[in-house]
């Protein structure tokens, strides 16, 4: 019973950000029916290189500021003493915010890796949302616990 709801928690996470997607119609184009963007052919070289190359060694806070969007860092503990790191691209008063979460084995870096024109956050943002990029326990921007250290195996035991 536990698993089936820890996925169906899942897929809802999952499904949130593609709804306010659809919502803006940032792909979806109602009048025909059709996802256009989705169907255009790629006119750029696959090996061109992301529009950051210090991408491999910044922060994401590092990595927002570097398109010149606002950024903020927010922590968060978890009940069971992880504390989280967030980062937020903050919207104009009233907007509607919208959580990416990365993938296994993946941070919020991810989310902006690809640079100003690629990244999802960044088009996001561009489209009036509040962007906030949540980061799992344990990865490198949620690496810290009130009473646990990283080398003692109960820090990795997640629950």
């Known amino acids: 019973m536990g698993k089936m709801r820890l ?3 899942a897929l809802i996470l999952i499904q949130l950000p593609l709804q306010a997607i659809r919502a803006d119609n940032l792909f979806y184009e109602p009048a025909t029916g059709t996802a256009d ?3 255009e052919p790629i006119n750029e070289p ?18 927002i500021s570097q398109h010149k969007y606002p950024s903020e860092a927010h922590t968060v503990t978890t009940e069971d003493g992880y504390i989280l ?7 104009a008063a009233g907007s509607t915010p919208v959580y990416l979460q990365h993938g296994l ?10 640079g100003k024109a690629k990244s999802l956050a960044f088009i ?3 489209r009036g949302y509040d962007v906030w990029l949540g980061n799992a326990r344990g990865n490198t921007y949620s690496k810290k616990h009130k009473t646990l250290s990283t080398s003692d195996p109960q820090f990795w035991n997640f629950r």
């Open 85 to 91: 790191t967030l980062y937020r691209i903050p919207g």
């Open 37 to 39: 963007a989705l169907n």
């Open 124 to 126: 996001l943002w561009d």
């Open 46 to 63: 696959i090996n061109e290189p992301i529009d950051s190359p210090d991408a491999c060694c910044a922060t994401p806070m590092d990595m």
């Open 7 to 9: 996925l169906c928690q």
């Open 105 to 114: 084995l993946e941070s919020s870096a991810d989310w902006l890796i690809p």
